[in-house]
């Protein structure tokens, strides 16, 4: 005798017999009653609700032998009703639409919808997932479905309407099949069990019932396992068949977590998975049970909303006195996040032994773990590494001569003390210094307006400017920003940059890019405003220290900080500009005497006065920007000294230019500053609105 399963073997045979779809067989018991059948019928709805069981009982009912017109009741043993049963009709034709894709397998079906039925009064297609026929075969069924012949009736099936054409549903009429109630299928797997004599207790039918999720034919399925155990079946086997965590083991990793105990949790968790629980499995019912205790939290009085036994919705409800609400949903965050590391990890055991460990409340009320992107939600990771800072070195010389250090993060401005081009010199060997360091030499931030920078808790400043730049689109701007540019000041809404005067009019029209990229850091819409840095101290660049490479210069042994004013002649400062180890004569190239700000005393000190002058300015001055955006080189930089050093070429016989105010240029120095001009940039083409060129 060949075996039946219990999901075949009770099948319904009329619509009376449907489960949880009053409302449906209701329609179409009418239907069939008043006459009114149409073309085109199509049933959506979850997998095991009954679709084509409706299906079949639809056919058997328009064509029973049994009476002479359809009807709503059919006998069930005439020869129509047990061929559709067996599903050997002739005139009833199922069709699996997944192994049925084609158009052509479509124009077969209407082709053959052209005959008469051989013995029944309709001729009927069931087409089954429905949705799965290609866009072609829906389009070449849109006639025959629109205007089939009279004896001809289609019903599509499909778990995903979603994807069925919206022109075929519009020429069928749709039914919505839901899941089945919990009482309702409680009520079936109880009438199944009293017929096939199965032991079974009634909190074990209610936990396959809600185990099926409304899918009555996975409920038989798990019933039809069941019935084969020899003795009474429980809760425990049922969860033991179904390969999910018990509710009493779940409920005991509850109160571990709840009692703040990592060691109970740790070996409970090694005796889940010493029991074949794989560790997928357990996040997934351990995620369904914080669910069930946030509704016994927040809906103590509705039990049908979870899948638990009595027994265990009254310990969650419990449980749910004890703790709070926002722990529960805390403790479900952590879940979620942590779902997907313990599925694509190698070491998944350890993961879920982590996982768990991170429930426990000690560790969720914790402001790292509770809430880790809250305080900086930006600013937490710098989008690029921080480029390596260079040591920094105490000054051996009185600190009566050398500025004092700031004692806040953020450097602030430093007076400049009035010097000599000797201490200009010595700030350019000092430069030269600092770029032996292992890091890519930087030009000197240019002057930023008088903003103060801040540095608050939550951003800093060069590290923002330093991920502004790297999001960036254009390489122009982003390298013109890079050497001129600086974020003085950024308050979570504005952000204040300042550039040279002569380039504000050319930032602005970059303004749509910089604000773009602070988009992309917070997430948010951030105003840029762009103001002029003449003439005023720039914060930090994040990627060169500040003070460290001129206090490492200062404190060189080789460098001496008694230099007379012979030893910045032209002569001296071309002939030594090579790149090469630092001599007992300080180089000074003609870049470093640009013209100091304001507030510097004059380039030479007066005849007669002591030359000696010490090292007090570490950040050395740049060429300034006239109005129109070129560099004025002021004559005292070019100064030719009578009192050069022997052995340097004569400036009387070397080539010279003379310029409208009868003042004479050396044109190697000229070169000079021109080739330090280009060094400045690092080689790199900066788009400027304005030409930058040499008054002379």
Request: one cysteine or more; glycine letters at 4%; aromatic letters at 6%.
């Amino acid at each position: 005798m060949v075996y039946e399963p219990l999901h075949h073997k009770y099948r319904p045979a009329t619509f009376a017999d449907l489960v949880g779809q009053t409302a449906i067989a209701s329609t179409l018991t009418n239907a069939i009653r008043q006459e009114r059948i149409a073309p085109a019928y199509l049933f959506c709805g979850p997998r095991g609700t009954g679709k084509t069981s409706s299906a079949r009982i639809f056919a058997k009912s328009l064509n029973c032998l049994s009476y002479d017109r359809p009807t709503e009741t059919p006998c069930g043993t005439c020869e129509t009703c047990r061929s559709i049963a067996r599903g050997s009709a002739l005139d009833v034709i199922e069709i699996d639409a997944a192994s049925n894709t084609g158009v052509d397998n479509i124009r077969e079906l209407i082709e053959r919808a052209q005959f008469a039925p051989v013995q029944a009064r309709y001729k009927v297609y069931i087409i089954d997932e429905c949705h799965m026929l290609s866009t072609a075969a829906f389009n070449s069924l849109l006639k025959t479905l629109e205007e089939p012949p009279a004896h001809v009736i289609f019903i599509l099936a499909t778990t995903d309407p979603q994807r069925v054409l919206p022109t075929i549903i519009s020429r069928c009429q749709r039914f919505d099949y839901r899941r089945i109630p919990l009482d309702a299928m409680t009520g079936h797997l109880r009438y199944i069990a009293q017929q096939e004599s199965i032991a079974i207790s009634d909190e074990a039918l209610t936990l396959i019932a809600q185990l099926a999720q409304g899918g009555l034919r996975d409920a038989e399925s798990v019933l039809d396992q069941l019935s084969l155990l020899p003795e009474e079946i429980d809760v425990e086997r049922v969860w033991d068949l179904v390969g999910a965590v018990p509710e009493r083991d779940l409920l005991t990793l509850l109160e571990a977590i709840a009692a703040n105990n990592p060691q109970r949790v740790l070996e409970h968790c090694r005796y889940l998975l010493d029991r074949g629980r794989e560790p997928p499995i357990v996040m997934q019912n351990l995620a369904a049970f914080y669910r069930d205790l946030l509704i016994a939290k927040t809906a103590p009085q509705r039990n049908d909303l979870v899948a638990v036994t009595a027994n265990t919705w009254e310990a969650l409800c419990n449980f749910a006195k004890q703790w709070d609400e926002s722990l529960i949903l805390a403790g479900s965050q952590h879940l979620r996040a942590c779902d997907s590391q313990v599925r694509q990890t190698t070491q998944p055991r350890l993961w879920l032994e982590v996982t768990l460990l991170g429930l426990l409340p000690g560790n969720l009320q914790h402001p790292a773990l509770a809430q880790p992107a809250m305080a900086q939600p930006a600013m937490a990771q710098p989008a690029m590494a921080q480029p390596t800072q260079p040591p920094t070195v105490q000054p051996a010389i009185p600190s009566a001569n050398v500025a004092p250090a700031s004692p806040t993060p953020v450097p602030a401005a430093i007076p400049q003390t009035p010097t000599a081009h000797p201490a200009t010199t010595a700030s350019w060997e000092t430069r030269k210094t600092a770029q032996t360091a292992p890091i890519s030499p930087v030009p000197s931030p240019a002057p930023t307006p008088n903003i103060t920078p801040e540095e608050t808790r939550t951003y800093n400043l060069p590290q923002v400017w330093q991920q502004v730049l790297e999001r960036l689109e254009r390489r122009a701007t982003k390298e013109l920003l890079r050497q001129q540019g600086h974020l003085l000041k950024f308050d979570g809404q504005i952000a204040h940059i300042g550039v040279p005067k002569a380039l504000i009019k050319m930032a602005e029209t970059k303004v749509p890019d910089i604000e773009a990229a602070f988009g992309k850091i917070l997430d948010q819409t951030i105003r840029v405003s762009i103001v002029s840095s003449q003439g005023q101290t720039s914060p930090a660049a994040p990627q060169i220290a500040p003070s460290p490479a001129p206090q490492e210069a200062i404190a060189s042994p080789p460098v001496s900080t008694q230099v007379s004013p012979s030893q910045t002649s032209p002569a001296a400062a071309s002939g030594s500009f090579n790149g090469s180890s630092t001599t007992n004569t300080l180089d000074a190239p003609p870049w470093d005497n640009a013209p100091a700000p304001p507030q510097a005393a004059p380039a030479h000190p007066p005849a007669g006065s002591d030359s000696n002058t010490t090292l007090t300015n570490p950040n050395p001055p740049e060429p300034a920007l006239s109005q129109n955006g070129s560099v004025t080189l002021d004559s005292q930089d070019l100064h030719q000294d009578s009192h050069h050093q022997p052995g340097s070429p004569d400036p009387a016989n070397a080539g010279t230019i003379q310029d409208s105010s009868g003042r004479t240029w050396d044109v190697e120095e000229l070169n000079n500053v021109a080739e330090q001009f280009a060094q400045f940039f690092n080689g790199n083409v900066v788009e400027l609105d304005d030409d930058l060129d040499f008054e002379v």
